[in-house]
């Protein structure tokens, strides 16, 4: 490994070791007597299961960085150790598992002391745990947990010869609606490589919201050029992704699998069913989802239906959300919804509807199967 990433890399895990240290030495605190190494890895992995995760991330990070040196025709750099042999090779847990230590704490092991410094800690962790999943679980809220059909189409266009700040800042946005594996990888190699600042440090913000393991990359050295200082405000309108998608553009080549016609005031039920339809495979179209950076409510125009009626085309088929808020004597009580169906109709598309008020009217929809309640919508009509 050459010097400065080695001393990177080796300072990075003094760091982490370092991080280590208390919460090591308040696991060893409610260990059985005659624990053995496993005991203490489970415990550590119950009560502190983001750091934990994040030496399991950071292992596969590094090995992933070995392999796209190996596909390059370039030796190994890193060669990382398992997330057991990391762990197992810190200083503090060899000193807890060292036979002085283990034999003291036996000796001084007090059931009823141990039985309260456990429950203290299981509350106090409790709440830790919680209050970082719920950080977690808000930034991931609008999020859906599916690769898109366009992946790959992102990931080529933000490496293209030419494209702007503005154009990579477009496709970070793209990319931070879905958790995958892609999207994932995709901004650690831009948190690692990219030298625009604002760009890399999106990258970094969006890991690190997400509970991920990343680290801050410093500022490249040397003379900065304009395009490593260069910025975008990327604040869109309608009339701005209806050019776009008039354009060979990456709007342009988005396909869905699902179009979910709503009324925004069952949002709870909408992403319930995003994410069951995620579950399945079927990367969905939903405005606020999907399009929140250019279609704003308070911009409402022509622009928003000529750009909804170039999502249905996009779209595979169209999920109808029949609700009481969807329907008002017996009529569909949105311009939207009717124009959403109005359209998919003229394109010959099939349409598909979730009945939440079930009076067994009758209408020209496919109904399916469901109960949210059990994560079930069957699709397979």
């Not at 624990?35 to 090995?63: G, M, Q, T």
Request: proline residues 3%.
């Amino acid at each position: 490994m050459p010097g400065v990433t080695k001393r990177k890399y080796d300072g990075e895990t003094m760091r982490i070791n370092k991080k280590l240290k208390r919460p090591l030495y308040i696991v060893a605190q409610i260990l059985p007597p005659n624990y053995n190494a496993k005991v203490l890895l489970d415990n550590f992995k119950e009560f502190y299961p983001f750091e934990w995760e994040e030496i399991v991330e950071r292992c596969n990070h590094y090995l992933e960085k070995d392999k796209f040196l190996q596909e390059v025709g370039k030796k190994e750099r890193y060669r990382p150790p398992t997330p057991e042999k990391f762990f197992y090779e810190n200083s503090v847990v060899k000193n807890i598992m060292s036979k002085n230590f283990i034999e003291k704490h036996s000796a001084e092991y007090d059931d009823e002391k141990r039985n309260e410094i456990l429950n203290e800690l299981k509350a106090k962790r409790s709440r830790k745990i919680e209050s970082k999943k719920n950080q977690i679980q808000e930034v991931q809220e609008s999020m859906q947990n599916v690769e898109p059909y366009y992946v790959d189409v992102l990931i080529s266009a933000y490496h293209q010869k030419g494209i702007t700040t503005e154009g990579k800042i477009e496709i970070l946005t793209e990319m931070g609606k879905f958790i995958c594996d892609k999207s994932i990888e995709f901004f650690h190699k831009i948190n690692d490589a990219e030298r625009n600042n604002q760009i890399r440090n999106i990258a970094f913000e969006h890991l690190q919201k997400n509970g991920h393991y990343v680290k801050l990359r410093q500022k490249f050295k040397g003379k900065q050029k304009s395009y490593m200082v260069d910025t975008f405000n990327f604040d869109m309108t309608p009339k701005d992704l209806a050019k776009r998608l008039e354009m060979d553009s990456i709007q342009n080549k988005k396909r869905f699998g699902v179009f979910v016609s709503h009324r925004f005031l069952d949002a709870k039920i909408v992403r319930e069913v995003v994410k069951i339809l995620n579950a399945q495979g079927l990367s969905c179209y939903c405005d606020w989802l999907s399009d929140d950076d250019f279609l704003k409510r308070s911009l409402v125009s022509s622009y928003t239906e000529e750009v909804l009626k170039k999502r249905l085309e996009q779209s595979d088929t169209l999920l109808f959300l029949r609700t009481e808020n969807s329907m008002k004597d017996n009529k569909i009580d949105s311009p939207w919804i009717q124009l959403e169906l109005d359209h998919c109709s003229v394109l010959g598309k099939k349409i598909y509807c979730l009945d939440f008020i079930n009076d067994g009217t009758s209408l020209p929809f496919t109904f399916l199967e469901f109960d949210l309640d059990k994560g079930l919508i069957d699709w397979s009509r």
